[in-house]
């Protein structure tokens, strides 16, 4: 069974900095890796995210791109996201989704329990 945790959510002012960490169990084979975050009231939206490689390619979301940065640690299958400059409209939960696969299930997304981020103004 695959399982992500994450962690490293917390309450800080704005212009501060967090550094979230999602930990992959159940797999060693780990596709593309990513980060979301949902807000009060509004949809899931991409945070980050980034291929497996030697070169691997980063995508972020607009409203991040610049303050936050995306790291993955392929034998720790971890993938951290570095939040810089915070700003209070970035307060949400914040899930990890990676794409991995296992003999029994093939190729899957699976998604994290979610760790909550609080911006203040």
């Known amino acids: 069974q695959v399982q992500l945790v994450e962690s490293g959510g917390g309450l800080v002012q704005a212009g501060g900095s967090l550094r979230l960490s999602c930990v992959v169990s159940?797999?060693?084979?780990?596709?593309?890796m990513g980060w979301y975050r949902q807000a009060p009231g509004k949809e899931r939206e991409l945070v980050a995210e980034?291929?497996?490689?030697?070169?691997?390619?980063?995508t972020y979301g607009d409203s991040v791109r610049g303050r936050f940065t995306i790291s993955r640690d392929n034998a720790k299958n971890t993938i951290d996201l570095q939040m810089n400059s915070l700003k209070p409209e970035d307060t949400a939960i914040y899930y990890c989704?990676?794409?991995?696969?296992?003999?029994?299930?093939?190729?899957?997304?699976?998604w994290g329990q979610g760790t909550q981020v609080t911006v203040s103004a």
């Open positions: 989704k990676v794409n991995a696969y296992t003999p029994s299930t093939g190729s899957q997304y699976y």
């Open positions: 159940g797999s060693t084979i780990l596709n593309i």
């Open positions: 980034m291929t497996r490689g030697s070169a691997p390619t980063t």
